[in-house]
Structure formats: C-alpha cells, structure tokens
C-alpha cells in the first residue's frame, strides 16, 4: 500500500478541490484509522452498531488538525464508499467539533464528478436538513456509552471557513 501523504497533495484549496483518502464507509461502525507511522489502515474499535458513520470518513493528506491527526473530512455520497480509496472532493462546508477538549473539526464534501446528483450539491445549503442534523447527532453522542459529554458539536461553517482550516492544517504539517 502507498503512503497517502507521500504520494497525495490536500488538493487545490483556494479552487475548492481537494484530495480526501477513505477511512470509513457510511454505515459502518468500525473505526478504522490511517496510522500515519505505518502507512496502513488500522482498526482502531469497534464501536456499537447504533452508533453507525452517518457518512463516509476520510482525511486529507498533507494535514494536521490541533488534535494531531490528518484533518477529517464527511464524504457525503449515496452509498458508501471503500476503505483506501481516494476521491477528488468540492469543499462545502465543515462541521466545528470538539472532541475531549481537542479541536477536532470536520471538512464536509461531495465527489467533484458526481454525475448522479448532476453536481448539484455545492454547500450545505443544498444538502437535507435531516442529513445535518443526523450529522450533528451522531458527533454530539457517539461516545455517549463511554465517555458521555465529551464531545460537543459548535455548529457549521461555510467552504470559506473549511478553506482556512484547511490551510491551517496544511501549515502544521509543514511544520512539523
């Protein structure tokens, strides 16, 4: 297997198309992560089944989030897509999240060829009202089992805001 953040750039920012690398299908409730020193998928849990991925997850190659990890990325599809997979992505908003003190936000996307929606997805405005708000439940309680609490949704941003997260994490990659 290639290493992701060897051989992938986060994709053209500033033009809203990034490159997203597939963790987790949605649906699925197993917590697979990129172990970064490896260069493999790992699985991390599994979690119970109720607390299923509303969407599929992935991270964006060439990032670091405040809490150390690639910057996370909601990968909105109609079905769920495969582990290891990586997928030129629009930018269309991001998910403020906070995770046992950390930040830990969410860059929300679509595929950028998405012939069966015709593309018409370009922010969250044009995503469901229903699928937001299982996006923000499910974040506000999938550690409700185990660490009840500890992790608080602070609401949605535009593709403008995800952009400078995005080029802040691409910064404390370059730093590290």
């Given at each position: 297997?290639?290493?992701?953040?060897?051989?992938?750039?986060?994709?053209?920012?500033?033009?809203?198309?990034?490159?997203?690398?597939?963790?987790?299908?949605?649906?699925?409730?197993?917590?697979?992560?990129?172990?970064?020193?490896?260069?493999?998928?790992?699985?991390?849990?599994?979690e119970p089944a109720?607390?299923?991925?509303?969407?599929?997850?992935?991270?964006?190659?060439?990032t670091?989030?405040?809490?150390?990890?690639?910057?996370?990325?909601?990968?909105?599809?109609?079905?769920?897509?495969?582990?290891?997979?990586?997928?030129?992505a629009n930018v269309i908003g991001v998910m403020k999240f906070e995770d046992d003190g950390e930040i830990d936000d969410k860059v929300i996307v679509v595929p950028a060829d998405d012939r069966n929606t015709g593309n018409a997805i370009k922010s969250l405005e044009d995503l469901p009202k229903q699928l937001l708000a299982q996006i923000e439940h499910h974040f506000t309680h999938y550690k409700d089992l185990k660490k009840p609490g500890s992790t608080i949704v602070k609401g949605f941003g535009d593709a403008e805001e995800a952009k400078v997260i995005i080029h802040e994490s691409v910064e404390r990659w370059n730093s590290k």
């Amino acid at each position: 297997m290639a290493d992701f953040n060897k051989i992938l750039g986060p994709g053209d920012i500033d033009g809203g198309v990034i490159n997203v690398v597939v963790e987790i299908p949605t649906g699925s409730s197993h917590k697979i992560e990129w172990n970064r020193e490896l260069a493999v998928f790992q699985l991390d849990r599994v979690e119970p089944a109720i607390f299923a991925k509303p969407t599929n997850y992935g991270f964006i190659p060439q990032t670091l989030d405040e809490d150390g990890d690639e910057l996370d990325a909601l990968i909105i599809t109609d079905a769920p897509l495969t582990t290891g997979i990586f997928l030129e992505a629009n930018v269309i908003g991001v998910m403020k999240f906070e995770d046992d003190g950390e930040i830990d936000d969410k860059v929300i996307v679509v595929p950028a060829d998405d012939r069966n929606t015709g593309n018409a997805i370009k922010s969250l405005e044009d995503l469901p009202k229903q699928l937001l708000a299982q996006i923000e439940h499910h974040f506000t309680h999938y550690k409700d089992l185990k660490k009840p609490g500890s992790t608080i949704v602070k609401g949605f941003g535009d593709a403008e805001e995800a952009k400078v997260i995005i080029h802040e994490s691409v910064e404390r990659w370059n730093s590290k």
